[in-house]
């Protein structure tokens, strides 16, 4: 029916219910989200969330300490806040920065750009607290991060990456650099 129910550690605001710290108890058992609905996707970081409505809006809540709620600031929120500019998400995922996949095949991303983490050629090491376009990128169709390394799908299968390409993350054939640029793997095609 589109609503969320959450259990578990909520010290960080895990738990969208108001709470914060590290006396906020668990949650033994599955508790309702208060006026989060019509929601098609979730992504659950360690420590934050998004959640991706059915009218294409994005809700985030619990740790924001470098803006990867994209709502402007950099303020820890214990109940779900709408992301900035975004009314068109096609999906959505976090994991210590937050990554938005429009419905047009574009990139938005939100946090820290260390190691350029956030395809920002500019300015490695600078926070977003609102949506950033990641430049270079059209027809990506999904996406999945670990902190520092984006990998995208584009809509004909092939994949690029950004980031950190330490321990060879990126498949470009280095193990020790890291890039803004999105660009992909080596001599792997459509998948």
């Given at each position: 029916d589109g609503t969320v129910w959450l259990w578990g550690s909520g010290k960080k605001g895990q738990l969208a219910n108001g709470l914060w710290g590290w006396q906020t108890p668990c949650a033994k058992a599955p508790t309702k989200v208060d006026g989060l609905t019509g929601v098609k996707q979730l992504s659950l970081g360690d420590v934050s969330s998004l959640a991706r409505k059915d009218d294409g809006t994005v809700w985030g809540w619990g740790t924001n300490e470098h803006g990867e709620l994209c709502d402007g600031t950099s303020e820890h929120q214990t109940r779900p806040v709408q992301?900035?500019?975004?009314a068109n998400a096609a999906a959505?995922?976090?994991n210590y920065n937050s990554i938005v996949v429009l419905a047009d095949g574009t990139v938005r991303m939100c946090g820290?750009?260390?190691l350029n983490a956030l395809g920002d050629p500019a300015e490695e090491g600078k926070e977003h607290l609102t949506p950033y376009k990641v430049p270079g990128l059209?027809?990506?169709r999904s996406a999945r991060m670990n902190s520092t390394t984006t990998i995208v799908q584009l809509a004909d299968g092939t994949l690029r990456g950004w980031g950190m390409g330490y321990?060879?993350?990126l498949g470009d054939g280095h193990g020790d650099q890291f890039s803004a640029r999105p660009h992909p793997p080596t001599g792997l095609g459509p998948v």
């Open positions: 992301m900035k500019g975004i959505a995922v976090i820290v750009n260390d059209t027809g990506v321990y060879g993350a």
